[in-house]
């Protein structure tokens, strides 16, 4: 794919945006505030428009111009923004929302000060020790939670390591096969990180892609090596015929899993 179509799976081309599609950028202007303002915490949204504010009042530097020239185009030129794509402009925020901080007297800047250091440091160790209770807690004010991409969904790397245990342990007596589709995320790319350099697990592609279509009229196929799929909730590429499941790890919620399967031994 050339950069000039990925450009425009991603961002809207001069003739789009020269027809004024005011309702895409009321949806992107919406939900740039709604992600702006529940991940940098309602406290260090407010500061840093204030900051902003102070910034662009007294001319201080060409921050305040490069920050806004960013969410601008992002706002205008964005076919389907995200909190992956806002994220980057948010990183200049705490500056602005210090400058807010500072500009009040000292008790209170004491007292703001503290409160959004303390509540930083709250979240994000809540984020790193409980993420599914940060992530439920998100989910329940905002619909960019993130939830579904890093707890619940398959993007999440829950079930993982479990896997990977479970095919060492497999591995333990002899080599192994570990086989996935074509695809990248997880558990595909996770296996290849995991297995790469192993001495036990093998990790290739079995995917009805790249074999010979005269397999997939098989029930059965014999192999000198035990091979394993890892799917994505039993995913298996077209190949289901010639696997059978054999243990699932869930991911919380039970809405999705990690499926391992293994192939069907012929009579």
């Given at each position: ?15 789009e945006?020269l027809v ?11 939900t740039s505030i ?7 915490t ?21 921050l ?16 389907s ?22 500009s ?13 250091t ?9 984020l ?17 939670s ?12 829950y079930?993982?390591l ?9 591995a ?23 297995f ?12 009805s892609?790249?074999l ?18 890892v799917?994505?909730?039993g ?14 790890f ?18």
């Amino acid at each position: 794919m050339t950069i000039k179509m990925r450009l425009q799976e991603y961002c809207e081309n001069v003739p789009e945006i020269l027809v004024f599609p005011l309702s895409l950028w009321i949806k992107n202007f919406s939900t740039s505030i709604d992600v702006s303002f529940f991940h940098l915490t309602p406290l260090i949204f407010i500061l840093g428009i204030y900051g902003l504010y102070l910034s662009v009042r007294d001319k201080i530097g060409i921050l305040p111009i490069f920050f806004l020239t960013g969410c601008l185009l992002v706002i205008l030129l964005g076919r389907s923004i995200g909190p992956r794509y806002l994220t980057a402009f948010l990183v200049l925020t705490p500056i602005f929302a210090s400058r807010a901080i500072f500009s009040f007297k000292k008790t209170p800047a004491i007292l703001i000060g503290g409160t959004s250091t303390f509540t930083a440091i709250a979240v994000t160790s809540l984020l790193i020790f409980s993420p599914i209770v940060y992530f439920n807690s998100m989910d329940k004010v905002t619909t960019f939670s993130q939830k579904s991409e890093y707890i619940t969904g398959w993007t999440s790397g829950y079930g993982i390591l479990e896997t990977v245990d479970y095919l060492n342990q497999k591995a333990k007596d002899e080599k192994i096969i570990a086989g996935f589709r074509i695809d990248a995320g997880n558990p595909e790319s996770a296996m290849f990180v995991y297995f790469n350099n192993s001495a036990r697990v093998k990790p290739i592609y079995i995917d009805s892609k790249n074999l010979d279509k005269s397999i997939l009229n098989l029930n059965c196929v014999k192999s000198p090596f035990p091979i394993y799929f890892v799917a994505r909730a039993g995913n298996l590429a077209g190949l289901d015929k010639l696997f059978i499941e054999e243990k699932r790890f869930y991911k919380p919620e039970a809405k999705d899993f990690v499926s391992i399967h293994r192939l069907k031994k012929c009579d």
